[in-house]
Structures are given as C-alpha cells and as structure tokens.
C-alpha cells in the first residue's frame, strides 16, 4: 500500500487541478467551440446550424475595426514596448548609482491595475482638462491635442497608456536578461577594444533571445485579451472606434444577449493566440528533444 | 468568493427552508441600487410585508442591468429562477420564447388592468395574449430640456420644428454657448437619434423603420434627411463631449454652459436635486415633431415552484400597478404612472405634461416604444443600428453611406 502511494503520490496529487483544467479549459473551449455553431441567443441552445456565426462576424463592420485595432494596438503596442524596454535596460546597466530606486520606479506602473492606468490618462488626454487646456492656459492657443476624442487616432491613446503601463516590466525582463550574459565575453571583448554598442548589437542582444521570445509572448496575450484598459480610457469609443475583440465579444454576449455571436468571436480570439504560442512551444519542446 | 457562494448557498437554504410556514414570498431581481432608485423599490418592499408577505432582495448592479441580466441568466440556467425580474420591452417576450415566464392573467382580470392601461404598453405586458409583466412607470425619452435664462437672453422660443431648432442654434453658438449638450456614448447618441427619426419622419416613419425595421424605410429620402440631421447636430455638440455621461451634459445646461439637452426624463432629476425649478429655471418640451417615445419599466414574472411563491408572485403584481405604489414610487423616481387614473397633482409641471401627451399619443396612434432604450426592438437588432448611429455621429461618414450601412447591419443582426 505505502508503496503504491509512494509511486503514485504525484500523480495522485496532481489528479484535481489535472481534471478541473481538463473540465474547465479545454471542456470549455469545446462547449464555446460547439455554441459558435449555434444560433443561440439569450440562452445557449446545442442545435448545430453551420458557420452563419461566422458568417455574421466577419459581415460586420464593428468587428473588421475591433480586428484591425488589435493588429495596430498590438503591433505598436509589443514593438515599442520592447525597444523602450530593451533601451531603459541598457541604460540601467551602465553601473549607474540609485540604480535599484530607479529601477523601482519604472517597474512601478505595473502595481497599478490597468483600470486605474485608463482612468489616469483619461484625464490627462481629455482635450477640456488635461495636456492640451494645460498647455492652452501657457498660451500657446493654437496648441491641439485631441487624440482621445478623434475616431481616427484614439487607439494610440491606448497604445500610449498601455506602453506606459507595461515598458517597465519589460525593462526588468531585459535587465535581467543583461545580466546573465557571461562577464568574461564582455571582458574579452573590450580587451580587443570594440566599441560599447558594438558589443551590445553583436554579443549581448543576440545572446538574449529567449527574453525577447519571453517577453515578447507576454506582451502579445496582453495585447490579445486587453479589455479594462479599453473601458476605462475610451469605453470603445468615440463610436466604436477603439473596440478590440475583447470589448466586441462583451457587448455582443452581455448586452446583446447573442450569446452565438459571442462565442464566434471568442474562437477567433483564440485562434489568434494559438498562432502565436503554438509556434513558440513547438520551438521550445523541440529545443529540448533536441 | 467561496465564503461568498457559501453565505449565499445558507442564506437560500434557510429562506426555502422557512418557506413551509410563511405566507406570501417573493424574490425580486432588480438594479436599482442608486439613491432615488433604492428609495423607490424601498416603497414597494414595505407595501409588500404590510400585506404579509416575506421578500427577498436581489439587487444585482452594474453594466446597465447587464450583470443583473447574467445573473438572471445563470439563475434560469440552473432551474431556480426569482418570483420577479425587472425586465423591459421585447426582452419580456424573448424570456417568454425561453418557456420561463408565468401566467398572471387571473390577477390582471381582476384588477382590470386592460382598462387603465394604454393599450401599446399594455401590449409589452402580454405574451402571446397572456398577462406575464407588470408595469412600473413610464419614461418619456423625447424630451429637450433647456436652460431659462440662456434662452431669454438669447430671444429664443423652445424650437417646435427641427429647421427652428437649427435656426436656434445657430444664433446660441454665434452667441458662444454650446447649443446641445451632449454625451459622447453610444446609447445617448442612439436617443438623439431616435428624437430625429419622430421629428423628420413623423410616428408612421418610426414605426415602420425602428419597430418593424422595413428595410425600404431604413434606405428611403427620408432617412438620409435624418442622418443629415444628425450631422448637423453633430456641429453644435461641444469638441469634449466624447464618453461623457448623460448627468454631466445636463450638469452643462444647468450651470448655462449650453443651451439644450435631449434625454429622457430621468434628465429631470437632476435639475430638480440641483434645486432648479421646472418652467423658472429650466424648461421641457417634446422634442421638435409629435408622437411620444416611452420606456417603460416593468416586472417580469417568472414561473416558480410553491404555492406560497406563486401567492408572493400574484400579491406583487397586484400592489405594482394598484394607483398607491404608481404615485409613491414614480413621484420618487421622476417618471409618471403606467396607470392612466392616477391623480397627479403632486406631480410637476414636466410630469403632467407627459401624461397628458401620453393620453393624447395613445388615442392617436403615435405612443411609440423608444428603440434607444430597449421598447422597440431585442438587443441584437436595436445594437446594430446603434453601432451604425455611433458610427456615423462620430466620423465624416456621409447620409448616404449610413442608411446602406444601416440595411446591412439590420439585415446581419438575426
């Protein structure tokens, strides 16, 4: 008996999370899977109907702007915060003095929740109360800054907010990152009397790769499933200008009740992160056979 | 959240538990939770153990009604729905299509409700010829509230027509005041809208495009006028207005920052916690045009197990459209009685006035469910058009390109 135990004891503990995932993930997803075939409406029904789910989605407007808001927020959104992040590293690791209290501070905004972070820049895009009354007051009259309420460019604002929001976490990423590169090699390398960005661009950024990849994955399923920040800063709007398909798939299956809708949105929300993770576990359990 | 589920599980286990000897029970899913509200149903709650029944409150706020909704949702779900919900226009009949909804004909027979209701309201009380809601009030959404004095120093009568409208505005902005005070939001721009398809297209136009949504009608002459409307308003909206919420615009017209607001009637609440005073300080009209748009609210009663629930469901909506609790909760609530025999002389100006030009739109046909706010139309439908409203409001998207954008999203939403 004890023996037994002794050689099933993980298996035997690791049971109920394996099962609540299995039931509460992937037996999801399917019913989410099975529901998007559906016409349900106020009430999930299980009579399959065909793709006419779809069909409706990729028929509507709303939800082409919600699509292409996410290739934009989430393009500008992982390539700034990268690069920025990647620069705040660098510059942190010149053996600077302080260096913990300033490496506090960028991290910090990743304390506040995203809600928080929308409501802030809410105010300080707010063309009537924030930069551009301020800067107005200096007298500079013809000063406009009105991002925030024009459809054309609001989903920058919400690219700024969420760079502000998560470049720090990324520079901690990276400083770690720098950190762990081999001492000697950097040594070895100033010796033969290369210059600084030299051994940054030609032996310390190429040695990081799995941060960027890290990194990288991080930012990119914070981008997928934003949806607080949306409703803090903007509320979807001016219109429906800044709807992601988070934001999209909320209205439809909570203030719609088009639960079928919802749920097609949902699929193709999760066919976009598959897209990216699947091709990213591949590389990692190959690097491992390997 | 797991002590939460489980206080909830007891608190349930010890109301059924007691149900075997209690009189009349009821429980009431509702969302208003705010002050005025919360002092309203506060009215109802007390009316309703007077009578010896036991109630249970549940107040699910947020989201508009919408986490009430996946509350109620998840309560139908599970095969324990609550005796009432606080439900509203064609959401009645799409719960009733879910064979969840029960029969109170035998309590509306007896209290003749046939007789003192308006007939279209009384039309979102049934479903499919049974009494299944109760209603609570009357909202009328197409109303212009303006500030007195902005418009006295300006010589300006309350406009009529959309043309004087125009023609009013024109000399306020001229004048430096903001003509329309609005919020940036989607609902609110659905409302203005709703206000200008009645105003343009006249009571037949409305029903037949926002309530039998005939897609002739959306694409006619007479929509695009209405989109160009809407443009044109969009020039006397103030550049902060986008995601402003409904009270601070009002906020705008009393403090005589603008000049005029169109919203429906809960608009009046406001001025008067302001302490402003109806016809001195601030004035309501209908909206330029006739016909009257209503949102009414009402109780849904849903089909629950036990005598004494089904006592507690019947009791309740019996006390909710009895003339008493149509006074008390609608004097607190700013909106006028469902019942058309109430008394209303302690009711004001703004008040009488709805209720007359609900008696005098019902005998002529144009007393018409409001789309904006969920009377007209089922939450797919009625988002669509909104989504095309919002659109068009918030960008330089031309008349013409709306209504085809309207027809398609109408046509997409079933």
């Known amino acids: 008996m004890s023996e037994w135990l002794e050689n099933h004891l993980p298996k035997v503990v690791l049971a109920p999370s394996f099962i609540a995932v299995l039931i509460f993930v992937y037996g999801f997803i399917g019913w989410t899977a099975w529901v998007s075939l559906t016409r349900s409406k106020l009430l999930p029904k299980y009579e399959i109907k065909g793709f006419i789910q779809y069909e409706r989605l990729f028929d509507s407007p709303r939800w082409d702007t919600a699509i292409n808001n996410l290739y934009i927020f989430g393009a500008l959104f992982i390539v700034i915060a990268m690069v920025l992040g990647l620069l705040l590293a660098i510059l942190l690791d010149q053996k600077i003095r302080v260096e913990g209290a300033i490496r506090t501070i960028y991290l910090y905004p990743m304390a506040l929740s995203m809600i928080v972070t929308g409501t802030a820049w809410k105010w300080i895009l707010n063309p009537g109360l924030g930069i551009e009354s301020m800067v107005q007051g200096w007298g500079f009259t013809n000063f406009e800054f009105d991002w925030l309420v024009n459809p054309d460019y609001a989903i920058y604002t919400i690219v700024m907010a969420a760079i502000w929001q998560s470049s720090g976490f990324v520079m901690a990423l990276f400083l770690a990152g720098l950190r762990s590169v081999d001492g000697e090699i950097i040594k070895a390398a100033q010796v033969d009397g290369i210059p600084t960005w030299r051994i940054y661009t030609a032996i310390i950024i190429p040695s990081m790769a799995p941060i960027f990849l890290s990194a990288f994955i991080v930012l990119a399923h914070l981008a997928i499933k934003s949806f607080d920040l949306v409703i803090a800063l903007t509320g979807g709007g001016p219109g429906y200008a800044t709807d992601l398909p988070a934001t999209y798939m909320y209205a439809m299956a909570f203030s719609r009740g088009d639960i079928g809708q919802a749920a097609s949105s949902a699929m193709i929300m999760m066919l976009v992160v598959f897209a990216i993770v699947v091709p990213y576990l591949y590389s990692e359990l190959r690097a491992k056979n390997d | ?18 149900s075997v000897l209690a009189g009349p029970q009821a429980e009431v899913l509702h969302w208003w939770t705010s002050g005025g509200e919360a002092k309203s149903v506060a009215v109802l709650q007390e009316e309703f153990a007077a009578n010896g029944g036991s109630w249970t409150d549940m107040p699910v706020a947020g989201g508009g009604g919408d986490a009430a909704m996946t509350a109620l949702r998840a309560r139908v779900l599970s095969g324990n729905a609550p005796t009432a919900v606080q439900l509203k226009g ?5 719960w009733y299509e879910e064979g969840v909804l029960a029969d109170i004909s035998s309590v509306a027979e007896a209290e003749g409700w ?25 909202h009328r959404v197409d109303w212009i509230w303006a500030n007195a004095d902005v418009l006295a120093a300006n010589g300006i009568e309350m406009p009529t027509t959309w043309d004087e409208f125009n023609a009013a505005a024109d000399k306020l902005q001229a004048a430096g005041v903001i003509p329309l005070a609005h919020g940036g939001q989607a609902w609110q721009d659905a409302t203005v809208f709703e206000t200008v398809v009645l105003g ?18 959306l694409t006619s002459d007479t929509m695009v006028q209405v989109f160009d409307q809407m443009r044109t308003l969009r020039g006397y909206v103030d550049e902060n207005f986008s995601g402003r919420d409904w009270n601070l615009a009002t906020a705008m017209v009393m403090n005589g920052e603008a000049a005029f607001q169109i919203m429906g009637d809960w608009a009046k609440g406001e001025f008067l916690a302001a302490g402003k005073k109806p016809g001195e300080d601030f004035l309501c009209a209908s909206t330029p045009g006739d016909g009257y748009l209503y949102n009414v609210d009402s109780f849904a009663m849903f089909d629950v197990e036990g005598d004494d629930k089904k006592a507690g469901q019947d009791l309740l909506a019996k006390l909710i459209v009895a003339p ?14 469902a019942r058309t025999d109430v008394a209303l002389d302690d009711f004001d100006i703004c008040a009488n006035l709805s209720a007359e030009d609900m008696g005098s739109t019902s005998d002529a046909g144009s007393l018409l469910p409001s789309y904006a706010h ?5 939450g797919s439908q009625s988002g669509a058009i909104t989504d095309v409203v919002t659109a068009h409001f918030n960008s330089d998207m031309s008349s013409a390109d709306a209504v085809q954008q309207l027809a398609a999203a109408v046509a997409n939403s079933y």
């Open chain 2, 324 to 337: 008493n609790f149509q006074k008390v909760f609608n004097l607190n609530k700013g909106s006028i009685p």
């Open chain 2, 90 to 94: 064609p959401a009645i009949q799409e």
């Open chain 2, 200 to 217: 343009i297209g006249g009571p037949e136009f409305f029903q037949k495009a926002l309530v039998d949504l005939d897609p002739e009608a």
């Open chain 2, 374 to 378: 969920g009377m007209a139309l089922r």
């Open chain 2, 1 to 18: 959240m797991k002590r939460f589920a489980f206080a909830t599980v007891s608190t349930l286990a010890v109301v059924a538990g007691s």
């Open chain 2, 114 to 138: 046939a007789d003192v209701l308006p007939a279209s309201i009384a039309g979102h009380m049934k479903c499919e010829g049974t009494w299944c809601a109760a209603p609570v009030n009357v």
